[in-house]
Each structure stands twice: as structure tokens, then as C-alpha cells.
């Protein structure tokens, strides 16, 4: 068996530690004779994962008390319409559009709620995160959403935006769990699990409690934050082996030293690949603001696609992988998520050095 160095931005790495241990439990869970992939989600062996899944979820991201943790399936795009279904009582909201996955939040988002744009990034491909002009919010907005982290630009807010009253959103999916985040500050939380906790098909919602229970008529049974939050996720069947998966990650990075320890990790790695790239005569960060850079996601090129394509040959040949990058950035794209280890960044980094001395 061969592990490569899986540079991808999603669904991507998980910490081989995780899959050893699911692998060890695969065949048969603790004394129960049987995958957690064929027991019922109703039975008390499930029972104790998921809500040990939830505990520690709330113990390594220090959840306060008045906040439910659901694991909902449909990815982050579901909570795209989810959001607006339960928030939207005056139809008024905010948004910031920092790329891709911002732009589908706001298409998404315009079906049910006039939407006011406060702060764009378009103009420069993404490539920084724009200054926040208070006056521009809306007072009365339902709810204010903005990307943490911005997957295919690899930009990364810094400061929670001040949006007073109104709810903070936050799509959280490429960096929850990579650095401490006050959960206080949001409304919700939401992030699917493929990028930073587990595999594709749970996503998980961190909702204040008196936000739920306000979905507008009309909304069905299963886009209500108060069916699941009632029935503690399990409504219908949940995923469960991702479920189950995401606790294991969980349980990996609280015997890390939790995420604050997992941020030094990820600092490191981070730091250590920028300086590559901008001590490089070939290549060019995306994202030239340090201030601005994601953790996550580093996406970089060269001056051609022809030199791009031959780094990541190379690249490809030694075991790293996954590294082109999205098509309206091109180039390549190292994502670092936590279970990324710090070898391959050092294997990346001096794949990088090599190129540079070779290719100048
Ligand atoms: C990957 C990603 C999404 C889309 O997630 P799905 O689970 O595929 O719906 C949304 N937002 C961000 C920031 C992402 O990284």
C-alpha cells in the first residue's frame, strides 16, 4: 500500500491515524457484532456514538450551552436555502460575497429575501477579503452571512464582522476546526464535513437555540432547523457512518491537544508553503495580503499553464496529489486541511524549491 500526500480541496484528507482506527472497527463495533454502517440508527450503540460525536464537538469547539448541534445531510448548499427558509421574517439580509461559494449562497438566497450585498471582492477575482463599511448593513436585516474561509481563493476573514443584533452566519465548511473560532459571536454555524471533519454526506449546523422555530409557512418538514433540533438529529435515519467518522476526528484532534494546538499545526504548515511560493522566482501566491491568506487553501501559479502543468506532473510523480486548481484561478491549489500532516507540506515545499532553482 502506496499513501499519497492528497492535496485536494474536498472531499480530502483524513488523518490516517482515524482511518486506521474505523478500520480496525469496521467489521465488528465494540461487542456489538456488527459495522455501524448496518445497526440501526435507533439502537443504543448508536445511540452513545452520536451523541459522544456531540459532546465532543461541543467540548473542542467550546459550544455554549444555548446552542444545538445537528448533523444534517444535503451539504452546505442545502443550507444555502435553509437558512433563508428559517431566518427570513422581514426577508431582509446581508451578505458578503467573497467568491464562489458566497455568490451561490446570494443566488440561492435572492429566491426567498431582498438581499443587500455590503462588501464585494468580484472586482479582484477574489483575491483579497474587502473592508467591511458598517453603514452599508442593514439595521434590521434578518441575518448577516459571509464564508469564513474561501475554498477556491483561499482568503480568510480575520475579524468577525460587527453586525450588532442581527445574526451572524457562517459558512464554515473549509476551516471549521483549523483554528478557535467564539462560537458566541454566530446565529449559525453551519459547514459540510468533506473538507475539515469527516467524509462527504453530514453537515453539521451549530444553531442558537431562538433561532429555531421560526421558519416561514410553507417550509417543508425537513429544511425546518426545529424538526431535527427536536428530535436530536434524528428525525430520519442521520448518516451515520460519516456520523461516526466525524467523531472519530473529533476525538483525534481533542488527543491533539485540541484545536488550538491543531492551529499552531496548521499555522506552521501554512507559513511554511507562503514562504516558498513568495521567495519563488516562479511562482505567485493568488492571494498577495498576508493578512488575508486562508490556512486551508493556497492557490498559486506560475507565469503559464504549461509550466503549471509540468510542476504538477512532477509533483504527481513523487506523491503529491490533487494539486491543479479550480478553473477561475488555475494554476495549482494546495488545500491543508487538518489532516493534511506537516511532511507532505515539507515534500510540497521542496518540490517548490527544486522547480525554482531548475526553472528560472
Ligand atoms: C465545499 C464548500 C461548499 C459546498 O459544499 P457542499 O457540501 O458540496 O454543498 C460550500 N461552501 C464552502 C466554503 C465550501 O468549501
Known amino acids: 500500500m502506496q499513501r499519497v500526500y492528497n492535496f485536494s480541496a474536498g472531499p480530502s484528507v483524513l488523518p490516517l491515524e482515524v482511518l486506521e482506527k474505523a478500520q480496525s472497527e469496521l467489521l465488528c463495533y465494540g461487542d456489538s457484532g456488527m459495522s455501524v454502517m448496518e445497526m440501526s440508527h435507533r439502537s443504543k450503540a448508536y445511540g452513545e456514538i452520536i451523541e459522544s460525536a456531540e459532546a465532543l464537538l461541543r467540548e473542542v469547539m467550546n459550544i455554549p450551552e444555548n446552542y444545538k448541534v445537528l448533523f444534517l445531510q444535503g451539504g452546505a448548499s442545502l443550507q444555502f436555502a ?12 446581508d451578505y458578503v460575497n467573497t467568491g464562489n461559494w458566497s455568490s451561490v449562497a446570494i443566488k440561492e438566497g435572492k429566491r426567498f429575501s431582498d438581499i443587500n450585498i455590503v462588501a464585494s471582492s468580484e472586482d479582484k477575482n477574489y483575491s483579497y477579503i474587502p473592508e467591511l463599511d458598517k453603514s452599508k448593513f442593514t439595521p434590521d436585516a434578518d441575518y448577516f452571512h459571509y464564508t469564513m474561509n474561501n475554498t477556491i481563493y483561499g482568503t480568510r476573514f480575520r475579524e468577525y464582522p460587527d453586525a450588532g443584533d442581527v445574526p451572524l452566519v457562517c459558512d464554515m465548511s473549509s476551516s471549521i476546526l483549523s483554528e478557535v473560532y467564539d462560537v458566541s459571536k454566530y446565529g449559525i454555524i453551519y459547514a459540510g464535513a468533506q473538507k475539515n471533519i469527516g467524509p462527504a454526506g453530514v453537515t453539521v449546523v451549530i444553531i442558537r437555540e431562538d433561532l429555531i422555530g421560526h421558519a416561514v409557512p410553507g417550509t417543508p418538514v425537513m429544511l425546518d432547523y426545529k424538526t431535527h433540533a427536536e428530535k436530536g438529529s434524528m428525525h430520519n435515519t442521520p448518516p451515520t457512518y ?19 494546538e491543531i492551529q499552531k499545526i496548521n499555522e506552521a504548515k501554512a507559513n511554511m508553503l507562503y514562504d516558498a511560493i513568495d521567495e519563488s522566482k516562479v511562482f505567485t501566491a493568488h492571494v498577495q495580503n498576508k493578512k488575508d491568506r486562508s490556512l486551508m487553501n493556497v492557490p498559486f501559479f506560475s507565469k503559464s499553464e504549461e509550466i503549471d502543468k509540468n510542476f504538477i506532473k512532477i509533483c504527481t510523480a513523487n506523491g ?8 477561475t484561478v488555475g494554476g495549482m491549489r494546495a488545500s491543508l486541511y487538518n489532516g493534511m500532516p506537516i511532511e507532505g507540506v515539507k515534500l510540497l515545499v521542496e518540490q517548490i524549491k527544486k522547480f525554482d532553482k531548475e526553472n528560472q
Open 82 to 93: 435553509m437558512i433563508p427558509f428559517n431566518l427570513s421574517k422581514s426577508k431582509k439580509s
Open 242 to 260: 460519516g456520523i461516526y467518522l466525524a467523531k472519530l476526528m473529533f476525538e483525534w484532534i481533542k488527543s491533539k491537544g485540541g484545536v488550538a
Open 320 to 327: 503529491l496529489v490533487t494539486l491543479s486548481g479550480y478553473k
